[in-house]
């Protein structure tokens, strides 16, 4: 018949395993009492029988070679539940034990007295008990012998645990010992006087002090030159240790500064902790650590004052700056919002950049947000209506704000442009102005000619009708013969109309005009007929070779233009020479046509020709020229996708027009070079 199970037998168990003895090896004091036990008892067989769930187990043995047996079969699971010395005197005449294996079949037990063994905290968890396999009996005296020897057993349970206690202890005091003396924060131990009674290295090494020095040492020292936080002077008694001492409070992160003989200040974050022995209120000790926060309070300095520089730029900087997170909110801003959107930067603070830019601005620059959440910059222009009905223009950027390769937020710089905006434009429209000009300038250095070539096809025409208009009134009018002076003013009238139509060419602006397919003879003929009398009347000799069926696409006007600058420019400049001439040569090439305008000098000095494409630069006399002819014909070739250049090497004076024969690509007005 197996025991039953103790009353409280997971707690029973719970207590075994805290002594943490089970499956232990052999140790000679347990071994000894099991000796004693089997020799008082005169009992060959002897046990120290710890009782597990399933299982006794022998802690010490005597006549005995097993180690344990189950606990179904166990005297010792029966012993347990006992108070006293548990005794079986025949166990083949009792009902518990007489088909016990270990009556039946071995060790043949005839005897069992068992006194059971006791936890620390009161629960039954084996036995010291003795065996025989013949039977036997015990003497009052041997059952008080048994008992004693299991209350040792108990106290060697006690003593072991309280070993183990010690050795923790141990341990954890090593441990402490250890890390007090090798953290880089500085302990000391004062008594209730305030006087320093132990402390480790760091509280040497950071006090700057010898442990003869700071033994002893109270808080109430005036060498230490003690200031607080704002740096006014610091009591003895308001240092935290004393406050401490005198309050029974902890006093935490503390900051005060200390100065030792000559040296610097030193500052310290000191917290305090109060020790308290049993059933006292007011502390006996109290622990003091503190670490030297001298250069980390030197970073903070610098680095508020960092911020303030800092600030101070960002808020005299003119453009509209702001650092927003992932979710738009804004995170830190510029005083220039105020001046543009009305908005200080507290007020931005913590707000959505939809609240701040408003709904129709942000779903305009909504798309370029979303590319700056991916990690792109970027940069574009944007114009917005004012509350004053003006234009405004803004140049923006957005840069993403990267960190552990995610983006977190982005920076937003925004700059105004709306005067650079409203001064391209006034520039544009003078560069125009000085187009418009530069070209009617040309136009009236040939307006004698100009005139001269309209005046003596009138004065042929005037003659011609006087003469008919005589005859007409005689009746001498002869048909055959009259009816050629007729023919003469016809061929007159052709040739002003001729005159005018290039004068009408030449002076409208075809800035804007489509390209159209034209010959080269008819820009330059029509060119030429501008300027050919002036150069007839200053002796100039003016030729012109040109293939009648070469063709380009254009704007007749403005190649017009070019010619008559480079024309009027050879004009100036062999005025005064003694051999005067003028040619113009047209080279045709597979895709592109080349103007040659040569004349009688022999070249230009190198100095000049660095700079005479450039606007305003002339070496023309005061009043002479403007300065913009050959910049602004270098200006259209380039809107025709050619080029002007000036031809080095050349015996003469020689400049080329290089044009595309046709116009692929889209062009848009011209500017001045």
């Not at 140790?27 to 005169?42: R, T």
């Not at 954890?172 to 006087?193: C, D």
């Not at 001046?339 to 609240?355: A, C, S």
Request: glycine content about 6%.
């Amino acid at each position: 018949m197996k025991a039953p199970y103790f009353s409280n037998e997971a707690k029973r168990l719970e207590s075994l395993a805290s002594l943490k003895i089970l499956d232990t090896l052999p140790e000679l004091d347990f071994d000894n009492i099991a000796f004693l036990a089997a020799q008082i008892c005169n009992m060959p067989i002897a046990l120290i029988s710890i009782v597990d769930d399933k299982r006794q187990w022998f802690k010490a043995k005597v006549g005995i070679d097993a180690s344990e047996t189950h606990r179904d079969f166990a005297f010792c699971a029966h012993a347990i539940l006992q108070s006293d010395v548990f005794i079986v005197d025949d166990p083949l005449h009792d009902e518990k034990f007489k088909d016990n294996p270990l009556v039946t079949v071995g060790p043949h037990i005839k005897f069992y007295a068992g006194a059971p063994l006791f936890s620390p905290d009161g629960f039954p968890i084996g036995t010291v008990c003795v065996i025989d396999s013949k039977p036997n009996t015990l003497t009052a005296h041997q059952t008080q012998a048994l008992k004693a020897l299991s209350r040792q057993v108990t106290r060697l349970f006690e003593l072991r645990m309280q070993i183990e206690h010690l050795d923790e202890v141990r341990e954890h005091l090593l441990f402490r010992k250890t890390a007090t003396e090798n953290i880089s924060e500085g302990i000391v131990l004062q008594n209730q006087s305030g006087a320093i009674v132990d402390f480790n290295p760091a509280a040497l090494k950071i006090l700057n002090l010898s442990a003869e020095e700071l033994t002893g040492k109270t808080s109430m020292d005036p060498t230490w030159k003690a200031v607080n936080e704002k740096g006014h002077d610091l009591p003895g008694h308001e240092h935290p240790a004393m406050l401490c001492l005198s309050t029974g409070q902890k006093q935490n992160n503390f900051i005060m500064g200390i100065k030792q003989n000559h040296e610097h200040m030193k500052w310290l974050k000191v917290n305090s902790a109060p020790l308290f022995e049993e059933n006292l209120t007011s502390p006996i000790y109290v622990v003091t650590t503190f670490v030297d926060i001298t250069v980390d309070l030197e970073m903070q300095k610098n680095i508020r004052q960092n911020q303030k520089e800092l600030r101070f730029v960002l808020d005299n900087v003119p453009y509209m700056i702001g650092h927003w997170d992932s979710q738009l909110i804004n995170l830190e801003a510029n005083t220039a919002y105020k001046k543009y959107i009305g908005v200080t930067p507290q007020e931005m603070k913590g707000k959505h950049f939809k609240d701040i830019l408003g709904e129709s601005v942000f779903q305009k620059v909504r798309p370029q947000v979303a590319k700056v959440l991916e990690g792109h910059t970027v940069e574009f222009e944007s114009t917005n209506l004012r509350l004053d009905g003006h234009l405004n223009y803004s140049t923006i950027c957005y840069i993403p704000d990267i960190q552990d390769g995610k983006v977190v937020g982005f920076l937003s710089i925004v700059v105004d442009i709306t005067r650079l905006k409203e001064l391209e434009m006034s520039r544009q429209r003078l560069e125009i102005n000085l187009i418009e000009s530069a070209r009617l300038s040309a136009l009236g250095e040939m307006a004698g000619g100009v005139a001269h070539e309209i005046n003596n096809p009138l004065t042929i025409i005037l003659g011609n009708i006087m003469l008919l208009k005589k005859k007409f009134e005689v009746g001498t009018l002869i048909r055959d013969e009259d009816i050629k002076g007729f023919e003469t003013i016809e061929r007159t009238v052709a040739r002003i109309a001729k005159i005018v139509k290039g004068l009408r060419a030449y002076s409208r602006d075809a800035e804007n005009d489509p390209f159209e397919s034209t010959t080269i003879e008819s820009i330059i003929e029509h060119t030429t007929e501008l300027c050919a009398e002036k150069f007839k009347l200053n002796d100039i000799i003016l030729k012109s070779n040109c293939d009648t069926s070469i063709k380009i696409e254009c704007r007749p006007s403005q190649l017009s233009q070019v010619i008559m600058n480079l024309l009027i420019n050879s004009f100036d400049a062999i005025i005064e020479l003694p051999q005067k001439w003028i040619e113009i040569q047209v080279i045709e090439n597979t895709s592109s046509v080349e103007i040659h305008v040569i004349d009688s000098g022999v070249g230009i000095d190198n100095h000049v020709v660095e700079k005479m494409m450039q606007p305003f630069f002339t070496t023309k006399n005061v009043g002479k020229g403007t300065g913009l002819g050959l910049s602004i014909s270098f200006g259209i070739a380039k809107s025709h996708h050619g080029d002007l250049t000036y031809k080095n090497g050349c015996s003469n004076t020689t400049f080329v027009l290089k044009l595309p024969k046709t116009q692929s690509i889209k062009t848009g007005p011209l500017h001045c070079s």
